[in-house]
């Protein structure tokens, strides 16, 4: 395969799982030389998400995108959102006719039920229609493709995720104040009500909390809870060089499919501090880079007496690389499944 479109209605200015990834793995591919695309809301006049502005919706109708998709000219089509965008992107190619696969990178269900009073069955129902219109939808975990499984998805495809082991690692010194009370606990992410931030901060630790990160939730925060030191978004080797400077790093999420920022702060040496939920419980696990328990507070606490090396080292077991190759494997599947599918069809006439 020589060339991918992506479409994507997640991307700059955001600053988050979703946007990196789909960084890292173009940058991968692009490295064994597969052309890659983006179509984005960067093409179009767009509107704030409500209740969440910096997410920006595209203007814009199914003949611009079907033109777009045209003009591109690529082997195949991924659809990596399910926004205004990834909709109208699967709209033209199921009228055409064309394979195209989708990922599914955030428990949409669980984030919309946070904020409005949907039923989580209601946005299950619509998301599986969606995703089963394609050749194969792409699942970072074990866990996300059992629980997807089960309520009805199909053609389930793994790809898993990597890290960026030169940038993130052990640095010495520390970028943190120096007058912060050690030990160090700190969270790095969005700072939104579905990230559940607030579990994190209510806990009775001693030493320092800090918060690394920006979003909607960020100036409430940091007036409910002025003991705690929040920097703000960081980026590059600032944001490794914070990582580096825990140690611990405390994931309250109950929502998250995967959580890059776990291989992150493992690759700079920080133990991981979690519930045993999807996500942690796949890329934590039974490994001994972290503690995972319904008790965030003990999780923690154990936490301290992790092995910074011993962090790094299970990072390394996820590369870009690795990840990027999976995504194009998957992509080849789906086409292939559509045209043994099509194949049939003709048969059958």
Known sequence: MSSILIVTDAWHPQINGVVRSLERTAEALVATGVRVEFLSPQAFRTLPCPTYPEIRL?????????????????????????????????????????????SYHTRFPEYVSARLPVP???????????????????????????????RGFKNLMRWSRGVDEKLFKPYEGSVLPDDLPRPVFMYVGRVAVEKNIKAFLDLKLPGSKVVVGGGPQLEALRREYPDTLF????????????YSAADVFVFPSLTDTFGNVLLEALACGVPVAAYPVMGPLDV?????????????????????????DHCRKIALNYTWAASAQQFLDNCIAARDIHNNLAGRAKAAE
């Open 58 to 102: 595209s203007l814009t109708h199914r003949g611009v995108v079907r033109r777009m998709i045209r003009d591109y000219d690529c082997e195949h089509l991924h659809i990596a959102t399910e926004g205004p965008l990834g909709i109208l992107a699967a709209s033209v190619a199921n009228k055409l006719g064309e394979p195209f696969t989708t």
């Open 120 to 150: 989580l069955s209601w946005s299950y129902s619509w998301l599986r229609r969606f995703h089963n219109s394609g050749s194969g939808c792409m699942v970072a975990t074990r866990s996300l493709e059992n629980d997807l499984r089960a």
């Open 231 to 242: 920097t703000g978004s960081k980026l590059g080797e600032d944001l490794a060089r914070h």
């Open 284 to 308: 934590i696990g039974d490994t001994g880079a972290g503690v995972l328990s319904e008790n965030l507070q003990e999780a923690a606490e154990k936490a301290l007496d992790i092995p910074r």
